[in-house]
């Protein structure tokens, strides 16, 4: 499940992202990336590793990503629920996947995924536009990140799902 060679070529990432282009989004997006915690009782042992301080909980944590056609077609984990996105996608080595992909492209023909802030470090990932300190964002930037945060839902909806079908892995 971390990753399918066979399905995720360059010939079909490029067709993902013509595909998200053509819904309104930006060129060279290809999937959506996102991290989830599964929540769990309070362990009575290392409740501090599984213990997530934003969510307030105990958990383990996924990584996924989807692409336009609404399949998982990447998916990675479990990690304790303190580790952060940023951390699963450097230990899922996902980064290397995403060079392979683009090595020997010019910059406009790198494929990129679509992620949210946590990910804004990592190689081959965008996130949304950010206002700065006296510079506010205009109303195209606005409306940019708005449509793209439209669109990175379907990650969490690929979660929903997988849940809704196979219930017991939430258990």
């Known amino acids: 499940m971390e990753w399918d060679q066979r ?6 990432i490029v067709k993902y992202s013509e595909v998200i282009e053509a819904k309104g989004g930006v060129k060279g997006i290809w999937g959506f990336i996102d991290g989830m915690i599964c929540m769990i009782c309070r362990p009575t042992l290392h409740q501090r590793y599984y213990y997530s301080g934003y969510k307030k909980s105990h958990g383990f944590k996924f990584q996924a990503v989807i692409t336009p056609d609404g399949i998982i077609s990447c998916f990675a984990g479990s990690w304790f629920g303190k580790v952060g996105d940023w951390q699963m996608y450097i230990d899922s080595e996902l980064e290397n996947r995403l060079k392979e992909i683009n090595q020997g492209m010019g910059v406009d023909e790198r494929c990129y995924l679509y992620g949210n802030p946590a990910y804004a470090l990592s190689y081959g990932i965008v996130s949304g536009y950010k206002a ?15 449509h793209m945060s439209s669109m990175h839902v379907s990650v969490e909806h690929g979660f ?8 017991f892995n939430g258990y």
């Open 7 to 12: 399905r995720l070529t360059r010939q079909q």
């Open 132 to 146: 700065t300190v006296g510079l506010p964002l205009n109303s195209v930037l606005k409306e940019m990140n708005a």
């Open 160 to 167: 929903g799902k997988t849940m809704n079908l196979w219930a």
